[in-house]
């Protein structure tokens, strides 16, 4: 009976230590916000990002959303949530001056506004990537789910 307990003893802890340990990482990743808009780039306060190389901060998301033109009708669309501490006040995403970089406020963490990847940051994740899609003078906004 003895060995019998023990093993289910060892079961129980195996099956608590592989369900708790997923469950620790997903406390530090930035929480889900329904993103679903249209800007009509032809709009005064939008011909900026029309440009190639350009970007505009707009509203929506977990703490506002940046808009990047790659080229004249592809957009690239990031949380400015820092995704290495994303509950702390300060952890927001600003372009720096080159124009090329994602820097937070809070941690100094630097992502490519290319394509959201990681460049120089204690953060192990990328971006938050939203999806685009441009259909003659309407761009899309919204999430992958």
């Known amino acids: ?7 289910i003893t060892i079961i129980l802890t195996c099956f608590a230590f592989f369900i708790l340990i997923p ?7 930035i929480p ?7 800007i009509y780039p ?8 029309k440009t190639p190389g ?3 901060y707009l509203t929506g998301g ?5 808009l990047y033109c790659q080229f004249t ?3 690239k669309a990031y949380e400015r949530n820092c995704p290495n501490d994303p509950f702390e006040q300060n952890s927001i995403l600003d372009v720096d001056s080159t124009g090329l970089f994602l820097v937070c406020r809070n941690c100094d963490s ?3 506004i290319y394509d959201g990847s990681i460049v120089d940051s204690p953060s192990k994740y990328p971006l938050l990537q939203y999806l685009t899609y441009l259909e003659g003078g309407t761009l899309y906004i919204y999430n992958a789910n």
């Open 1 to 7: 009976m003895k060995n019998f307990l023990t093993k």
């Open 23 to 29: 469950a620790c990482d997903n406390q530090n990743r």
């Open 110 to 112: 630097k992502f490519s």
């Open 32 to 38: 889900y916000v329904y993103v679903n808009f249209r």
């Open 62 to 66: 977990v703490k506002g959303i940046v």
């Open 73 to 75: 009708d592809e957009y």
């Open 42 to 49: 032809d709009l005064p306060q939008y011909m900026s990002v």
């Open 54 to 56: 350009n970007y505009l």
